[in-house]
């Protein structure tokens, strides 16, 4: 018979019965799994010194080369491979459709309270239950949280790369490990015709007791488990498109080591002032990626910034530019015409007073809801996307290294060029720069609630309040 598979892998973690799978699928002919061989302490167990003539030190140095050795060993070989393992090796196994991936798993509240009775009673397997030790661990919420966060998105790196590829794993837990015949379904699955009869029976079941005899603190164990948002069902969707870097927009002031990294819309003639008055004055801009990597190593000690602003003002800049820019005219036939936005003839525009700018500005924010949650076919312009989007983006190549805040900007640039040690300007404001309807002239309940709906996830990720007029 043919196998579909070259090798295998057990994605599994500390105390979810991988040992035991191991054993079991042992016990089949020309099978053999070498244990924990990419753990960054060992290869495969304290008393291991070679695995497939590989040593420690060559497997450190080339991990694709022992990954070769499983690969072509005589027979059919494998190994387990926990969150921890070498990384330089994980996207060559993920992406080898050759490789067949057995996902195991287990009750994350076990796997954690297992753990910890191991790590305090030095006990990582039982052979013998006379040899038992018996040990209550506190449960500590902080640390469960910790080590759930880590290991949920190991699983979820695993998903989406399966889903990427194109390829399935086997999935199976760890009572389904005791199992014969699920584990016969997965010699069918890695293309054996053998079978085995019974479970391995050379490790005993650690700590068989109900959980409220495991825990010392049981009761507020289940307290702070409740507390779990275990399906994340609390997330912030995101159907945006993750955004370019942005190189381009980057601007520096010429002779000193500071970045501006612009989030549209913005009218920043006062920052691009404020950064002219830096250095040797002047502004270098229009970056490539080369070309900014090039600045960074000219400028030691450089910092980068970028100004968020409250949505309803950003929001409200986003529909002034719609509204007055040329490049915009299609756009707006379209959501005057497709999707309920009243907006009146293009030379009509500039006679709009307060109320119809509020009108239409609440249209466009009902087009930009559905607009970015991949409703429409319309780009999902950066005009108007998150400010988390955008930031994302710059993250990719450039992450800033202080995000200033718009009403706080003076006292947030001043701390820039201090930390940068060089001496700066007085930040001057320009009074007539934003939209041409002001938020101020039309603000409200209604428009504030429907902003915080629409950028959820800004006023979520950087705290924004209710909007304050400026001072």
């Known amino acids: 018979m043919t196998r579909p598979f070259d090798y295998f892998v057990i994605f599994a973690e500390m105390r979810t019965g991988s040992n035991l799978l191991e054993a079991t699928l042992g016990q089949v002919e020309g099978l053999t799994c070498h244990g924990e061989v990419f753990n960054p302490d060992h290869m495969g167990g304290p008393n291991v010194s070679e695995v497939l003539g590989v040593s420690m030190a060559e497997r450190i140095a080339d991990p694709a080369g022992l990954l070769s050795r499983i690969r072509s060993a005589p027979g059919f070989n494998g190994f387990r491979f926990f969150f921890d393992h070498e990384p330089r090796v994980l996207d060559a196994i993920l992406n080898d459709p050759r490789c067949a991936k057995i996902v195991l798993t287990r009750n994350p509240v076990d796997c954690y309270i297992s753990l910890k009775i191991a790590y305090n009673t030095k006990r990582w397997q039982l052979g013998n239950v006379k040899d ?117 927009r980057i601007v520096a002031a010429r002779g000193a080591p500071i970045l501006y990294l612009p989030l549209p819309p913005y009218d920043d003639r006062h920052i691009r002032d404020w950064l002219t008055g830096l250095g040797e004055g002047g502004l270098e801009e229009d970056f490539t990626q080369k070309t900014l990597r090039a600045w960074k190593r000219r400028a030691p000690g450089h910092r980068s910034f970028t100004v968020l602003r409250h949505p309803l003002t950003r929001a409200n800049d986003a529909f002034d530019v719609v509204m007055t820019r040329d490049g915009y005219g299609d756009l707006r036939a379209t959501l005057r015409g497709h999707y309920g936005v009243p907006i009146p003839p293009n030379d009509e525009i500039a006679a709009m007073g307060p109320n119809e700018w509020r009108e239409a500005l609440i249209g466009f924010l009902g087009f930009v809801k559905a607009n970015l949650a991949g409703q429409t076919g319309l780009r999902q312009d950066a005009l108007w996307g998150t400010q988390w989007s955008v930031l994302n983006g710059f993250a990719n190549f450039a992450p800033p290294d202080l995000l200033c805040r718009e009403d706080t900007l003076h006292a947030d640039l001043s701390y820039l060029a201090k930390s940068a040690q060089i001496k700066a300007p007085a930040l001057t404001v320009i009074s007539n720069g934003g939209a041409r309807v002001p938020v101020s002239a039309i603000h409200d309940r209604e428009l504030e609630n429907l902003v915080r709906d629409v950028y959820r996830r800004d006023h979520m990720s950087f705290g924004f309040g209710a909007w304050k007029a400026p001072k």
């Not at 590829?165 to 997965?186: H, K, M, W």
């Open 132 to 248: 038992r030790i018996v040990w209550k661990p506190p449960f500590k919420p902080a640390e469960f949280a910790a080590f759930l966060e880590e290991r949920q998105a190991f699983q979820l790196r695993l998903l989406n790369a399966l889903q990427v590829t194109g390829q399935t794993a086997f999935y199976l837990d760890y009572e389904d490990s005791l199992r014969v015949e699920v584990i016969n379904g997965l010699l069918q699955f890695l293309g054996f015709e053998d079978r085995i009869d019974s479970i391995s029976d050379d490790l005993v079941r650690q700590n068989p007791e109900e959980m409220a005899d495991k825990v010392r603190n049981f009761t507020e164990m289940e307290e702070a488990l409740a507390k779990i948002d275990w399906s994340n069902l609390a997330r912030t969707p995101n159907f945006e498109p993750r955004r370019a870097p942005g190189v381009p």
